[in-house]
């Protein structure tokens, strides 16, 4: 079992910066591949970045490249995203995710995942 807890989420004027943690619990936490997901009001959940088990390997959608980076520290059992340039379409609730498999950009490749942090960008 794993639970995952957000934090970082906050209110920011649209060119600014935030940080999101996602802090993990369990023994294997170096194991899985970790997903950054958001889903705004109305609107269906979207990937937004990922990363594999060991940090090798990194993955993130169109709407954010160049602008938002994930990272992941396993001693820290934490992965983070890092959200720079901030725009009001970037307003959503941010999830982090676990996945047992390889890492990938659809939800149901993941098996956990946390409750979510709110992000809200004003113009």
């Known amino acids: 079992q794993v639970q995952l807890v957000e934090s970082g989420g906050g209110l920011v004027q649209a060119g600014g910066s935030l940080r999101l943690s996602c802090a993990a619990s369990?023994?294997?936490?170096?194991?899985?591949?970790m997903g950054w997901f958001r889903q705004a009001p109305g609107k269906e959940r979207e990937f937004v970045a990922a990363i594999s088990w060991n940090g090798g390997s990194t993955s993130s959608a169109d709407s954010v490249k160049g602008r938002f980076t994930i990272s992941k520290d396993n001693a820290k059992n934490t992965v983070y995203l890092q959200m720079n340039s901030l725009k009001p379409e970037d307003t959503a609730v941010y999830y982090c995710?676990?996945?047992?498999?390889?890492?990938?950009?659809?939800?149901?490749?993941?098996?956990?995942w946390g409750r979510g942090t709110q992000v809200t960008v004003s113009s």
């Open positions: 369990g023994r294997t936490f170096s194991r899985f591949a």
């Open positions: 995710a676990a996945s047992f498999a390889v890492m990938a950009t659809i939800t149901s490749a993941y098996d956990y």
